[in-house]
């Protein structure tokens, strides 16, 4: 018998935390927090332990699916690229490329392949027709730190270690773990900020896991948190609260914020956020009087019309306090690797709105289109109209807004191709299913979630089982895909294409003047990164290049050598103040008041004169699931049916809804009927729906999830309800109306 331990970081959510596998003849037995991980601690949540179940799991995609007809076939991988090939070279012949659509999903910033791959292979693809869950997420954020700080990615993180007064404004944590916030253990590491005197005041609708241990809870009507935060910060300047401390010199447009928000004192806001004008006075003197203090927000206050707005107040508030990038604060990681803020320099000016939608629009946001119009760019006839589809780790037909419109958008397109582990919702429309090794199978590096870590640190998981015969690693795949997509064919030499893909990273550092290996030769730097391929050899390089790396040797420092022999991680340290180096704007200051920002004050004022809806919806998440794709694990989906309607007491009573029946619940976009649960942990005249359900659909072949489906929440998140600015959908803050009916959905 042969038993030994692996470490793998696990790669479901944005913690990253060390896992410790027992693996035994071949197969891994238990999985344990890795207490010698130099960042996580040991620390561990029900999802890490389902990696094994996830590995084992029969529904899991081994070989590559075709369709013919209604029902999948198992190909060989020659085969299922000849059909890739087939399929994508169609529509583009018969319709053209801008026929032709991608859409990368979450998991995809998850490993390797999706952050260094899958946008080649999207650029190949040379349409405008680029999706991905972005625009159900952060996108946002990304939007605001971009125009206040020069780089997408220039992302503040409370620095939770340190801070002693924290506010969290639609995130929860220990449900989630974090998110735009890597930190493993959150719930530990918010308990200990209690623990030393510290205090947390959570913003949300609903009494969440994260509100019941705050210190104070204030319960705020959905889609108001904009209107929260302009009283804030209002309420900083009349009280003579703003002090900039470290940041004095370092900002421009104080003057024009303080104009902005001078029309929203306290008392304007209060009754349509629902939180007294005391409390939102109190809020910004605490925040203003906290020596490490930091405000936060997450996906309640990104997917919402107004979420570009919010997420800019939230920074706005923190500058203002003296909170930005101070210790305890807000502050900026700085990632091992290819952090694009690394180098000081000049960026490039944001520009936003560069193109078009076809049919409603819709402004480009950093190269993308926003995925609420994907069900109308593909069902609207005309010039441009997506034929063709390509996925890779996504599920769109649950994760994005347009419920059964989108459902028959998928089943009516002329090829689609899917980069999926599972034949679910969506990737049963695709003609190929061409499935990556599991994650025991490979190798990992958190590209993404080091740019957005409380402490820096650089950890590499080796592959703990080998792969299947013949299966290709992931990027393989997405890189045959690009070949595809450049005429070469389904049997493109993907070796020298990774080749190229390496050099393009080297050229990029290189040109860059203040780089260590600014002007030295690409083929020296190609050859010296040998025998390494594929993300191991880009990683290498990133490292190296990196602001904690040896440079090729021309300074102490690590590169991917030094921390695969470190199996626990190394750790880089605590985040450092990051200003004004970290800044890209063309000012080389922050920007307090961008001129989108400013001018989209006024859509605010529009949409405050409406009427309030009387019943609005809003999402949860639980901590046994990971939006729509872990509810085929038994020992994630088990128990009590988690897809519940959250309902008031109050609102029950009136509306003749019982614990434990069925309410009929109707938006513009369309209706579903879901288990009531009622419960006084959410504020009256909201309720609540868990979204990435509704398993039972005709070819899902995914038996626990299919046993136990629940209802698709897009159903009833309306498509043409975005954030202008940023192309997010509104998923919460949803008019509804509910009816009692008699029986569930099954
Ligand atoms: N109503 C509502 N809708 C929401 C949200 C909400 O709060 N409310 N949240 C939004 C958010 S934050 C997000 S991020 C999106 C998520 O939106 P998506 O990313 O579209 O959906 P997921 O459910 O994460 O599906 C991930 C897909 O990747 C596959 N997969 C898993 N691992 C891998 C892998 O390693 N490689 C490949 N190739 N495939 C893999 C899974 O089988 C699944 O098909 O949903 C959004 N939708
Ligand atoms: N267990 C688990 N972990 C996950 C995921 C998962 O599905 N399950 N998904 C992952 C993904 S993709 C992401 S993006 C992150 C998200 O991470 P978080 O942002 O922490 O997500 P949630 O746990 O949904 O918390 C959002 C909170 O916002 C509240 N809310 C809704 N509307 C409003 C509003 O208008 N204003 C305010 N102030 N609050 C509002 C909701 O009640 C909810 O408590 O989680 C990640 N981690
Ligand atoms: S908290 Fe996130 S990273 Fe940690 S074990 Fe759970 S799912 Fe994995
Ligand atoms: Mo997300």
Not at 255 to 269: H, S
Not at 409 to 428: C, F, H, K
Not at 486 to 509: H, S, T, W, Y
Request: a negative charge; aromatic letters at 4%; hydrophobic letters at 40%.
């Amino acid at each position: 018998m042969d038993t030994n331990t692996a470490l793998r970081i696990c790669p479901f959510c944005e913690a990253t935390c060390g896992l410790s596998l027992t693996v035994h003849d071949g197969r891994v037995t238990e999985v344990r927090g890795d207490e010698d991980d130099v960042f996580s601690q040991g620390y561990l949540c029900p999802k890490g332990v389902a990696i094994t179940e996830l590995h084992d799991d029969p529904d899991r995609l081994r070989e590559p699916q075709i369709r013919r007809g209604d029902t999948f076939e198992s190909a060989s991988w020659e085969e299922a690229f000849e059909v890739a090939d087939e399929t994508l070279s169609r529509v583009i012949a018969q319709h053209g490329r801008q026929a032709l659509a991608f859409y990368g999903g979450n998991p995809n910033t998850h490993n390797i392949s999706g952050t260094l791959y899958t946008p080649v292979m999207a650029r190949a693809a040379a349409t405008q027709h680029i999706y991905s869950a972005s625009t159900l997420d952060q996108m946002p954020k990304h939007v605001a730190v971009a125009l206040m700080y020069g780089d997408k990615f220039s992302i503040p993180v409370p620095d939770v270690d340190r801070c002693d007064y924290l506010v969290i404004m639609g995130a929860d944590p220990l449900s989630s773990n974090g998110s735009l916030w890597t930190a493993p253990d959150l719930p530990g590491r918010l308990r200990a900020l209690k623990a030393r005197g510290g205090r947390l005041v959570v913003i949300d609708p609903r009494r969440s896991r994260t509100a019941k241990i705050a210190d104070r809870h204030l319960g705020v009507v959905p889609g108001t948190d904009q209107l929260l935060l302009l009283g804030v910060a209002h309420t900083l300047f009349a009280e003579n609260l703003v002090r900039l401390r470290h940041l004095e010199g370092q900002v421009q447009g104080i003057d024009a914020v303080r104009e902005a928000v001078a029309p929203y004192p306290a008392e304007r806001v209060a009754a349509r956020c629902g939180i007294t004008a005391d409390d939102i006075r109190t809020l910004a003197r605490e925040l203003a009087g906290a020596e490490r203090g930091c405000l936060y927000g997450r996906i309640g206050t990104t997917t919402q019309r107004f979420g570009t707005l919010t997420s800019w107040l939230i920074e706005v508030i923190n500058v203002l306090c003296g909170h930005l990038d101070h210790e305890g604060g807000a502050m900026f990681p700085l990632g091992a690797a290819g952090h694009r803020n690394a180098l000081p320099g000049v960026g490039r000016p944001i520009e936003l709105h560069r193109w078009r939608s076809r049919v409603s629009g819709m402004g480009e946001v950093f190269s993308e289109l926003p995925s609420a119009c994907l069900a109308e760019e593909m069902d609207t006839p005309g010039e441009g109209q997506i034929r063709g589809l390509i996925t890779v780790a996504g599920n769109p037909a649950r994760s994005a807004p347009g419920g059964a419109r989108l459902d028959q958008a998928l089943a009516n397109l002329d090829g689609m191709v899917s980069v999926d582990v599972y034949r679910n919702e969506t990737t049963r429309h695709a003609n190929v299913i061409l499935p990556p090794p599991s994650q025991l199978q490979r190798p990992h590096f958190d590209l993404a979630f080091n740019l957005l870590a409380v402490r820096n640190t650089a950890r590499w998981s080796p592959a703990v089982l080998p792969p299947e015969p013949g299966q290709p690693d992931e990027w393989e795949i997405v890189l045959r895909l690009a070949g595809i997509l450049a005429g070469q064919g389904p049997k493109a030499d993907v070796m020298a294409m990774d080749d190229f893909v390496a050099l393009n990273v080297i050229q990029r550092e290189i040109a860059h003047p203040a780089s260590p290996l600014h002007g030295q030769d690409p083929a020296e730097l190609l050859a010296a990164l040998a025998p390494r391929r594929g993300p191991e050899r880009i990683i290498d390089f990133l490292l190296r290049s990196g602001p904690y790396g040896d440079a090729f040797g021309q300074r102490e420092g690590i590169s991917l050598d030094a921390v695969q022999a470190a199996p626990h991680g190394i750790d880089l340290g605590a985040l450092q103040p990051r200003l004004p180096g970290v800044l890209l704007t063309a000012s080389g200051a922050i920007e307090l008041a961008p001129a989108a920002l400013i001018a989209d004050l006024d859509r605010l004022e529009r949409w405050e004169a409406d009427d309030r809806p009387p019943l609005t919806l809003i999402g949860r998440r639980h901590l046994r699931s990971n939006n729509s794709w872990m509810h085929n694990l038994p020992m994630l989906n088990s128990g009590t049916n988690r897809c519940t309607l959250w309902v008031h007491p109050d609102d029950a009573a009136s509306l003749g809804l019982r614990d434990g029946g069925f309410a009929e619940i109707t938006a513009s976009a369309g209706q579903v009927t879901a288990e009531v649960e009622v419960t006084d942990a959410i504020r009256p005249g909201v309720v609540s729906l868990p979204h990435g359900w509704g398993h039972d659909t005709e070819g899902v072949d995914m038996s626990v999830a299919r046993g136990r489906p629940g209802v698709n929440a897009n159903q009833l998140t309306d498509p043409t309800d975005i954030d202008p600015l940023s192309g997010t959908v509104a998923l919460n803050a949803i008019p509804i109306s509910l009816s009692p009916v008699s029986a569930g959905p099954l």
